[in-house]
């Protein structure tokens, strides 16, 4: 199956630094990869869609200043926590896919974000 | 709003048995429909998903329903084993395919040995 990769796993950061996720697709080029958070015991919830080489479309109510999102080539999305707040820390994971139908998205293993 | 509601936070079920996990929607554009496992900080691994346009999807332990009518979709898990307990999302898709899955919160189960 196909294999996304998170970096790091975990991060502990001061308020006020930023912090970079990477994302990666390890075995097939992602059009399109997804940027989610996850509080305990809650759901995913969306944060931005990115598409290789263009802007990322961001849900209501994610600012886009605050949570940059990269997606420079077909095997890499980066998410920036910029003047990360401790209620930045959370959970959060991505996930890629492919296009030609397939509505599988492939997550990768998550990271967990603690700003103290 | 949410779309996509599991209602039942947590399953428990005997090993061998089957577990069957919920899941319904209210917005009948949803073209398809994919079931998620997740363990603790781990991200969602997918199962099983089914098309609008199918009633049932099944491979190996696990066989999705669809009931369009109902608006609604279970997982059933057959026979259960230990290593199926995690929480298990549900989440839809639209016709207009932008890759946005709508995630219900979650089932939590447990299977018992």
């Known amino acids: 199956g196909a294999v996304v990769s998170q970096h790091p796993s975990w991060v502990i950061c001061k308020s006020g630094t930023s912090v970079k996720i990477e994302c990666r697709s390890l075995?097939?080029?992602?059009?399109?990869m997804f940027w989610y958070r996850q509080f305990p015991k809650q759901s995913l919830m969306l944060m931005a869609t990115?598409?290789?080489?263009?802007?990322?479309?961001?849900e209501q109510g994610v600012e886009k200043d605050k949570f940059l999102i990269n997606h420079a080539s077909l095997t890499l999305s980066t998410l920036t926590v910029t003047s990360a707040h401790p209620e930045d820390s959370s959970f959060y994971i991505c996930?890629?896919?492919?296009?030609?139908?397939?509505?599988?998205?492939?997550f990768g293993p998550g990271t967990r974000l603690t700003v103290t | 709003d949410q779309q996509v509601k599991q209602n039942s936070p947590s399953l428990s079920v005997q090993e061998g048995r089957i577990s069957i996990l919920n899941c319904d929607y209210t917005?009948?554009?949803?073209?398809?429909f994919l079931w998620y496992k997740k363990y603790p900080a781990e991200g969602p691994t997918f199962l099983i998903s089914?098309?609008?346009?199918?009633d049932k999807n099944e491979d190996g332990r696990f066989t999705v329903f669809l009931n369009k009518s109902a608006k609604h979709l279970s997982l059933h898990i057959v026979p259960s084993q230990p290593g199926d307990s995690a929480v298990y999302f549900c989440?839809?898709?639209?016709?207009?395919?932008?890759?946005?899955?709508?995630f219900g919160q979650g089932t939590t189960l447990q299977v018992k040995p």
């Open positions: 917005n009948s554009m949803f073209d398809y």
């Open positions: 089914i098309s609008s346009i199918k």
């Open positions: 996930s890629a896919g492919y296009s030609g139908g397939a509505y599988e998205q492939y």
């Open positions: 990115s598409n290789e080489g263009s802007k990322a479309t961001y």
């Open positions: 075995d097939f080029q992602a059009t399109t």
């Open positions: 989440a839809a898709s639209l016709p207009s395919y932008t890759g946005k899955l709508i």
